[in-house]
């Protein structure tokens, strides 16, 4: 399933201290017991992107949060890119380019053209791989619980406080 493969590309970086929350949104295709062995917790929610991502984050430990969808397969070391692209600078939050799977050129364009247009408005979405500073995400408030479009509304309250790493 899409969950295993990416929790499974999380593996290292559960060994390297870092924690996986999963928060189920009442799916009907066992994604909690498939998550389970795989992550640090599995919390249940009730549908909705906002309402779960909010969840996972107010469980959160650590001090920066990311958000990967369950369809986002994370680079290997995405860990250190993360931390290393806080480090430098005043950046509050950042995301990830995004490569589309398939071979396609189209497919290849589209992305091309969601990176760029991300860099040159400062603006994300949640298949970019959002991360931001706990402090940072709990001052603007979260993601708003909106049905669509969460994760633009996100970026354009967090580009008040600081452009995004990218």
């Known amino acids: 399933s899409q969950i295993t493969e990416v929790l499974r590309s999380l593996e290292p970086l559960r060994r390297r201290g870092h924690e996986v929350i999963v928060v189920d949104g009442g799916s009907s295709d066992g994604t909690s017991a498939l998550a389970a062995p795989l992550a640090d917790r599995v919390l249940h929610a009730t ?3 906002a309402l779960q991502m909010n969840v996972g984050a107010h469980a959160a430990t650590g001090d920066v949060l990311w958000f990967l969808h369950a369809d986002t ?5 995405a860990d250190e890119t993360i931390l290393t692209a806080l480090a430098h600078g005043n950046r509050g939050w950042g995301h990830f380019n995004v490569r589309l799977s398939g071979a ?4 290849r364009m589209v992305a091309t053209l969601m990176n760029r247009r991300s860099r040159l408005f400062g603006i994300a979405t949640g298949d970019q791989g959002l991360f931001v500073r706990r402090e940072l995400f709990e001052r603007t408030g979260g993601f708003p619980e909106i049905p669509l479009m969460e994760d633009i509304a996100l970026s354009r309250m967090l580009k008040r406080v600081s452009r995004p790493a990218c």
């Open 104 to 107: 396609g050129i189209l497919l």
């Open 47 to 49: 549908k909705g992107r």
């Open 73 to 77: 397969v994370p680079p290997p070391y």
